[in-house]
T-cell receptor, first 115, second 114 residues
Framework: AQSVSQHNHHVILSEAASLELGCNYS??????LFWYVQYPGQHLQLLLK??????LVKGIKGFEAEFIKSKFSFNLRKPSVQWSDTAEYFC?????????????FGKGTKLSVKP | DAGVIQSPRHEVTEMGQEVTLRCKPI?????LFWYRQTMMRGLELLIY????????DSGMPEDRFSAKMPNASFSTLKIQPSEPRDSAVYFC????????????FGEGSWLTVV
């Protein structure tokens, strides 16, 4: 079965620290990959997405993610976090070209940034 | 663009009562998704529609759950009868097209069943 694994349940960082959140997926075919962010009490918002091309994808708010096909990974990074980045981050996979239109989400990683 | 609109935002109901959650997708989008978010299970896809037709409802937990999409601009998720374990945030989302397109989420309906 397709699944998405996010390695860290809760990450606590100080402002200006660098961030890397891990994401691995189990689907063997071609995939589209997403990172969504959910700020406290709000809905999910798209951070960035990868469909094809350059495996290093840049998103909003200084976030980027790298698709490594051989490792089935799509890790999220930010060089210097801010207090306002405190949120929950979800990695998601969608099998492209297939009959499915849904996203399969990981369990999420809560990020707490200390001022 | 108004985004995906859900109602109610918050609902508290007693066990056994019927609950109806509503969703208006982004205008022009032809795929609609219902997700449930809980602490224990994370985000789970319940059902999704394409061009108002249910494509996959395998995520619907029980017969107590039903979803309809009578037209391109409206969908409902109904729970009858509701149980405390149904307490969760229910998100509606929509996208243009089908596989691989960005899915936009509503602000969610926070359901508490007591």
């Amino acid at each position: 079965a397709q699944s998405v694994s996010q390695h860290n349940h809760h990450v606590i960082l100080s402002e200006a620290a660098s961030l890397e959140l891990g994401c691995n997926y189990s689907y063997g075919g071609t995939v589209n990959l997403f990172w969504y962010v959910q700020y406290p009490g709000q809905h999910l918002q798209l951070l960035l997405k990868y469909f094809s091309g350059d495996p290093l994808v840049k998103g909003i708010k200084g976030f980027e993610a790298e698709f490594i096909k051989s490792k089935f990974s799509f890790n999220l990074r930010k060089p210097s976090v801010q207090w306002s980045d405190t949120a929950e981050y979800f990695c998601a996979v969608n099998p492209s070209g297939g009959s499915q239109g849904n996203l399969i989400f990981g369990k999420g990683t809560k990020l707490s940034v200390k001022p | 663009d108004a985004g995906v609109i859900q109602s109610p935002r918050h609902e508290v109901t007693e066990m056994g009562q019927e609950v109806t959650l509503r969703c208006k997708p982004i205008s022009g989008h032809n795929s609609l998704f219902w997700y449930r978010q809980t602490m224990m299970r994370g985000l789970e896809l319940l059902i999704y529609f394409n061009n108002n037709v249910p494509i996959d409802d395998s995520g619907m937990p029980e017969d107590r759950f039903s979803a309809k999409m009578p037209n391109a601009s409206f969908s409902t998720l109904k729970i009858q009868p509701s149980e405390p374990r149904d307490s969760a945030v229910y998100f509606c989302a929509s996208s243009l097209g089908f596989s691989g397109n960005t899915i936009y989420f509503g602000e969610g309906s926070w359901l508490t069943v007591v």
